[in-house]
DNA sequence: GTTGCCCGTGGCACTGGGTGTCACTAACGT
DNA sequence: ACGTTAGTGACACCCAGTGCCACGGGCAAC
């Protein structure tokens, strides 16, 4: 095989990106634990090796540049305005990230469907989601003067994180809601305390 | 070795018990990835073909006898009175299944110390988590009318374990405080909406 | 008591994820 | 032309987890 020095700049970006798809694809067929990466290396025309060169883990191939999610969520909450309340601050930062075009929803579908089902996977974003604690966390600290491991900004980061997989598990299951939509109602509950709770 | 025909009458359960220890304080000493399911055998005198037999992962060694925490939740919840609100319900069984004895305090911070500082243990923890959520989720859809997978049930189910979660690591990293107040003041955050995040 | 069954156990081989190491080669700067 | 750097493949290795088989002790039925 080796380099063939495509005519794009950045061959190394390309083939991740190709791996990545022809990952997922298997996954979505065959289910995740089914495919191993023997088999991903093959049907992308690498060897294992270099399959683990660009993903840690067999699980990485899934959550395409996650990191830089993370990031652009803490820039946006960094520019979050003062005068709002932060759960709304932290709401729309969730809404502004997950917000896809629409052609890339089908790929979407697949990636969260993949993580939220897959028991593998399912433990696997729990690492991920904590680097996403700490950046709200560490927001939620900066507005309120607390530290970011006290108990307020640890429990909004964790539960603004738990109405955002809801929404993404409710937005998934229905299939005719939006993504927006669903992340805007859990986070109104959320910041009412459930108000529709407190008749029962 | 072989079955020694204890004087007790459980031998199994009583092999099960000693094998936790031994792995636990192992992984406290070394780190739960730098031991082998081999030494842990070794060191509670079993073959490692029997450690897997008692273990389906070496992750479980941690977790103690996780199912009858959750069946016991599950029962609390389905005796709780109707006429308190719901989350309040929630609160009090939660509280309930952590009322540990004093004397069993230190194996209880070293087993959630293990499984909230571990990444690997993060991961499993997930899983069983959902065992958790599920329980949740159908008693506040027996309580609302709801189905068990809709936006409110599932949304109280993760977020009162987010509060349940950050309560346990603040107990943690605290060290002072009581675990059934830091769960009540998490849950009272969650059911007020966090008040005090509006002035902000 | 001998026979047959059940079950916990150990040994062994095998799969599969992940890593360390080395050698090869193409692109790039000087 | 030269050394450097980076991506790659091949190979050996570690370790978690599983299937299979064979052993041995308790325990009933006869």
Redo the contacts between chains.
């Keep these: 095989m080796g380099p063939v020095t495509d005519l794009l700049p950045d061959a190394r970006a390309d083939t991740r990106a190709r791996v990545e798809q022809v990952a997922l694809d298997l996954f979505t067929r065959r289910g995740f634990e089914q495919v191993t990466a023997d088999e991903i290396a093959e049907a992308a025309g690498i060897s294992r090796r270099t399959f683990f060169r660009h993903f840690a883990t067999k699980a990485d191939a899934v959550w395409g540049d996650f990191a830089s999610h993370v990031a652009r969520l803490d820039r946006l909450l960094g520019a979050a305005d ?1 005068g709002q ?3 709304a601050s932290i709401c729309a930062a969730y809404v502004q990230v997950n917000d896809y075009a629409a052609e890339d929803l089908p790929v979407l579908r697949q990636r969260m469907t993949m993580i939220l089902r897959e ?1 593998a996977l ?6 991920r989601y ?1 680097d996403v604690d700490r950046v709200v966390a560490r927001h ?1 600290a900066d ?2 003067g607390e530290r970011p ?4 900004p ?3 980061a ?2 603004s ?3 955002a ?3 993404f ?2 937005w998934l ?1 229905d299939g005719t809601t939006s993504l927006a939509d ?1 992340l805007h ?2 986070f109104a ?6 108000p ?3 008749a ?1």
């Design positions: 003062d309340p932060v759960l028991p399912q433990a696997h974003s729990q690492v904590a939620v507005r309120t491991d006290a108990l307020l640890r429990l909004v964790t539960s994180r738990a109405a997989t809801t929404a598990e409710v299951a669903d109602a859990a509950q959320l910041a009412a305390g459930f529709t709770l407190r029962h």
